[in-house]
């Protein structure tokens, strides 16, 4: 996303947003899950999704923890979130036995397996038995990104008179 459109977010004054990570904050809203006051765990911070996901969850009063390669008690994070987002691009990175029970989990990340199955930074088979919520990999995140990009040309259109 373009630097300026960052900025505008992190100045509490956007116009744009990111698509996935608004994606997400409507999927949350929606679903009834308040980011304001919860332990938010973001693994995975790129420019795209982690680093504004952050902003969006700050902007919503979230307490917001960023995850990166470079952490090194990833399980402890986890363990601690009541809602959390992975967007890594590593399948199964995640085993539901980390997940606090009753957490709401934003699965981002989407990878395919050796035996061509589509699979998400979460281990869904046994993240489900413990998570309140979880998004499936595919067809959770992927499509609000699509209806948030389509917002998001639709406003830029506006903006532009066109």
Not at 7 to 16: A, D, E
Not at 83 to 110: N, S
Not at 133 to 155: D, H
């Amino acid at each position: 996303f373009h630097p300026y459109t960052v900025g505008r977010l992190s100045q509490r004054i956007p116009v744009l947003r990111p698509c996935t990570p608004q994606g997400i904050m409507v999927l949350l809203e929606r679903s009834g899950v308040k980011p304001l006051g919860q332990n938010v765990v973001i693994v995975g911070a790129s420019n795209h999704v982690g680093r504004p996901l952050a902003l969006e969850m700050l902007l919503a009063g979230a307490t917001t923890t960023v995850c990166h390669r470079f952490t090194t008690n990833l399980e402890e994070h986890v363990r601690s979130a009541d809602v959390l987002c992975v967007a890594v691009g590593k399948a199964k990175l995640i085993p539901g036995a980390w997940i606090k029970r009753g957490a709401t989990v934003v699965d981002i990340g989407i990878s395919r397996l050796a035996d061509g199955r589509l699979s998400g930074d979460v281990d869904f088979e046994t993240a489900r038995e413990r998570a309140g919520m979880i998004t499936p990999v595919p067809g959770g995140v992927g499509p609000m990104t699509v209806a948030m990009l389509m917002q998001n040309v639709a406003k830029a259109a506006g903006m532009s008179g066109s």
